[in-house]
């Protein structure tokens, strides 16, 4: 090995060396972070269930929940019933399908339904169906009861969900006072 075969050793191994360096201070410039100051997206703080009171805290835009079923349309919401039809009876002492039987569902104590085996989320849960309940359940029933299985995505319109739950309420509760109209 002469002299010019080792410079062009000491060469190689130099320029590699330097090129770790100058790879890692571009790497270190390219993806230096920056942080905005506020988080770039809203982060929604949904109710996370529990009791009717919280539900009832998170205030939404347009009319409240007594103002929708104050003026809800029960034969809409008999229509809007065909989605929960293929899991649920209405008529009393109708048979529990995927979902229990629905007859007197409002005012009911939660996973109260005889002869029918609810997941262990929705029996915890705890409470009767008020129209705050029945409204946010229905709104995204795995929102308000984590774990539960009813696979259901939910109702976004509010006023779909009025009427459904005014047509529940025809099912043997007819007298069960609707919430203030505010
Ligand atoms: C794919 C089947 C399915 C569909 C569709 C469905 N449900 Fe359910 N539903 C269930 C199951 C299963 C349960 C029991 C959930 C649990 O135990 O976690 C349930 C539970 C319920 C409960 C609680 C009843 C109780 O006794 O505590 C209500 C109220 C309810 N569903 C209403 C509805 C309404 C209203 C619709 C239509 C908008 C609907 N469901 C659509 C399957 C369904």
């Known amino acids: 090995m002469d002299n010019f075969e080792l410079n062009k050793i000491a060469g190689a191994v130099l320029g590699g060396a330097l090129a770790v360096v100058a790879i890692s201070e571009i790497a270190n410039i390219a993806v230096s972070p920056t942080f905005p100051e506020q988080n770039a997206y809203a982060i929604e703080v949904?109710?996370?269930?529990?009791?009717?009171?919280?539900?009832?805290?998170?205030?939404?835009?347009g009319p409240s929940?007594?103002?929708?079923?104050?003026?809800?349309?029960?034969?809409?919401?008999?229509?809007?019933?065909?989605?929960?039809?293929?899991?649920?009876?209405?008529?009393?002492?109708?048979?529990?399908?995927?979902?229990?039987?629905l007859y007197a569902v409002l005012d009911r104590a939660k996973a109260s339904h005889a002869g029918f085996s609810y997941s262990d989320a929705?029996?915890?849960?705890?409470?009767?169906?008020?129209?705050?309940?029945?409204?946010?359940?229905?709104?995204?029933?795995?929102?308000?009861?984590?774990?539960?299985?009813?696979?259901?995505?939910?109702?976004?319109?509010?006023?779909?969900?009025?009427?459904?739950?005014?047509?529940?309420?025809?099912?043997?509760?007819?007298?069960t006072p609707l919430p203030a109209a505010e």
């Not at 949904?46 to 835009?61: F, I, L, R, W």
């Not at 003026?71 to 008529?91: I, L, N, P, R, Y």
């Not at 409204?135 to 319109?157: E, Q, V, Y």
């Open 46 to 61: 949904a109710s996370t269930g529990g009791d009717s009171s919280a539900a009832a805290e998170v205030k939404e835009e």
């Open 65 to 101: 929940l007594g103002a929708l079923l104050a003026s809800a349309d029960v034969a809409k919401g008999e229509k809007v019933f065909k989605k929960c039809s293929a899991c649920h009876t209405t008529e009393e002492g109708g048979a529990n399908k995927i979902g229990p039987n």
């Open 122 to 175: 929705m029996v915890s849960h705890g409470g009767t169906w008020t129209y705050e309940d029945l409204d946010a359940f229905l709104k995204k029933p795995k929102d308000f009861i984590n774990g539960t299985k009813m696979s259901f995505a939910g109702l976004k319109k509010a006023d779909d969900r009025a009427d459904l739950i005014a047509y529940l309420r025809t099912l043997g509760t007819e007298s």
